[in-house]
T-cell receptor, first 111, second 113 residues
Framework: RKEVEQDPGPFNVPEGATVAFNCTYS??????FFWYRQDCRKEPKLLMS???SGNEDGRFTAQLNRASQYISLLIRDSKLSDSATYLC????????????FGRGTQLTVWP | GAVVSQHPSWVICKSGTSVKIECRSL??????MFWYRQFPKQSLMLMAT?????????EQGVEKDKFLINHASLTLSTLTVTSAHPEDSSFYIC?????????FGPGTRLTVL
């Protein structure tokens, strides 16, 4: 079983739409959770960390359910510039632990 | 945030040749750097963890004699793909840890003919 599972999509939505991505992780020892954004042929960039209580950053809201080992990302009022692949990432143990990446969910926002 | 650079950004080589990829932390020192590989539409897979001044730690299934890693200074790690074959064609990305966050290089696209 993969460490991190994501629906690869693609998700194709119009500008202004709300879109949600889901992710599950297999190892209950995972301690830290992140969403990264990766543009085509570019490196991943940290979008936001995910906290147990849920957190919001502008149009982006992340949620974590430790009992279900489930992470979500909600994007409101989608922009064309949101088009990218969104990677769900978990880290086991301490801040020195390795990162495990999902294969990513592809999002295309059309005008 | 911290900046990590990689060189070259892309390389095309013939089968059987060796290719060296450099990863540099530009504005911080990194005792630990990571090398990942990403095939099209796949997730980043950790190949090895590079430790300054000591041997790299390779993930299961990664041949240490084929993917040579050298981390000779606190700002530079190199990955050498020896005797490259077409199946080694991939996107190689390094990252360095700084203040509990990992920063990624822009990646190197390797094509082996």
């Amino acid at each position: 079983r993969k460490e991190v599972e994501q629906d690869p999509g693609p998700f194709n939505v119009p500008e202004g739409a709300t879109v949600a991505f889901n992710c599950t992780y297999s190892n209950s020892a995972s301690q830290s959770f992140f969403w990264y954004r990766q543009d085509c042929r570019k490196e991943p960039k940290l979008l936001m960390s995910v906290y147990s209580s849920g957190n919001e950053d502008g149009r982006f809201t992340a949620q974590l359910n430790r009992a279900s080992q489930y992470i979500s990302l909600l994007i409101r009022d989608s922009k064309l510039s949101d088009s990218a692949t969104y990677l769900c990432v978990v880290r086991r143990g301490s801040t020195l632990g390795r990162l495990y990446f999902g294969r990513g969910t592809q999002l295309t926002v059309w005008p | 945030g911290a900046v990590v650079s990689q060189h070259p950004s892309w390389v095309i080589c013939k089968s059987g040749t060796s290719v060296k990829i450099e990863c540099r932390s530009l504005d911080f020192q990194a005792t630990t750097m990571f090398w990942y590989r990403q095939f099209p539409k796949q997730s980043l897979m950790l190949m090895a963890t590079s430790n300054e001044g000591s041997k790299a730690t390779y993930e299961q299934g990664v041949e240490k004699d084929k993917f040579l890693i050298n981390h000779a200074s606190l700002t530079l790690s190199t990955l050498t793909v020896t005797s490259a074959h077409p199946e080694d064609s991939s996107f190689y990305i390094c990252s360095a840890r700084h203040r509990n966050e990992q920063f990624f290089g822009p990646g190197t696209r390797l094509t082996v003919l």
